[in-house]
């Protein structure tokens, strides 16, 4: 007897000392409120890749990719899901951020109307009335497209206005188009109406640069280096399977927020993110895979149209990394 409980208590010692790992905490704060694009990560979570990585997720919606951008170089959130464009022009004022992973690296930009209007190329824009809002991204590279297009401003009317006077504006006949993500407006558009969307979208025309990727505090990666690694693991291998399982994928959306919206539109939304996740160059890579070139030539376009600091231009690689990255098969 006095044997047993010798070695019940060696290994209720080791017990205490070597506890079962506890879930490390993490938030996640998204760009915007969810929507289809999002899709990833809820599957992640509900299909327990996350927890798989010893990570207990949290998904935060955002408000806007500056307001994320903030609160990931202020630390009140670990990761951030952002336009890696605006995150360039807050880590070149001094913000502590960097892209551990670009996820679209195809823009999603377009111009947007009713499919209706038949409104098909840029020459079908003269004459038409464009909605837009001031200072955002598309705003900014929109002349580049002009440019691109052989178009002029005084070939249509222009209406300013929020995003959501945006919406409206082309809901309610105010505007034939407005200037949208091909996945989020368009859906909105939609789920508002019924009724079916069209996008020229401005990679078609020779405008690429990347877009929506995960950020963290440039400390925060020193600090939990291997954490960060399981978090990149975890969400790459998210998206692989919500690929595979698109509405499936969206549906997570759902069952996590059941005012998210709907899901047919949620799916659509989503299976139209997914060509934007690889170009030409990364078609055979797993997803965050970004090329130098890409980025380069997406930070030399951000300086030319989109208001980032020339000094940008010296060092593109000092707004991503490839490191915390899985590598093939793992």
Not at 63 to 77: E, I, N, Y
Not at 149 to 169: I, R
Request: glycine letters at 8%; a neutral charge; aromatic letters at 8%.
């Amino acid at each position: 007897m006095k044997r047993w409980i010798g070695a019940a208590s060696v290994a209720l010692m080791a017990f205490a000392v070597s506890p079962a790992q506890a879930a490390d905490k993490v938030v996640l704060m998204l760009n915007w409120y969810v929507y289809g694009e999002h899709a990833p990560f809820y599957y992640g979570k509900a299909k327990g890749i996350y927890a798989a990585e010893g990570i207990d997720l949290e998904i935060q919606e955002g408000r806007g990719s500056a307001a994320t951008t903030q609160a990931v170089a202020a630390k009140t959130a670990d990761f951030g899901y952002v336009d890696v464009p605006t995150m360039m022009r807050a880590a070149i004022k001094g913000a502590p951020v960097i892209a551990t992973g670009v996820l679209l690296q195809t823009s999603p930009m377009s111009v947007m109307g009713f499919a209706d209007k038949n409104i098909r190329k840029p020459e079908d824009i003269k004459g038409k009335t464009v909605a837009i809002t001031p200072a955002d991204s598309m705003t900014q590279i929109w002349p580049l497209f002009l440019k691109k297009t052989g178009l002029k401003e005084s070939d249509f009317k222009t209406v300013a206005g929020d995003g959501q006077t945006k919406l409206n504006a082309v809901i309610n006949g105010q505007a034939d188009l407005l200037l949208g993500y091909v996945m989020d407006q368009s859906m909105k558009i939609k789920d508002a109406t019924g009724k079916d969307v069209y996008p020229i979208k401005f990679a078609d025309y020779g405008i690429n640069m990347v877009s929506s990727g995960i950020i963290a505090n440039t400390d925060y990666v020193k600090a939990h280096a291997d954490l960060v690694r399981r978090f990149m693991s975890a969400t790459t291998k998210a998206v692989e399977a919500a690929e595979k399982e698109p509405k499936a994928a969206a549906q997570s959306i759902l069952d996590a927020n059941p005012k998210g919206g709907k899901i047919d539109t949620l799916t659509q939304g989503f299976e139209l993110t997914i060509p934007l996740y690889r170009t030409p160059e990364t078609k055979d890579k797993r997803p965050f895979q970004v090329t130098d070139q890409n980025m380069t030539d997406s930070v030399n376009l951000m300086v030319e149209y989109g208001g980032l600091d020339a000094k940008a231009k010296e060092n593109p690689k000092a707004f991503y990394t490839n490191d915390y990255l899985p590598k093939s098969g793992s």
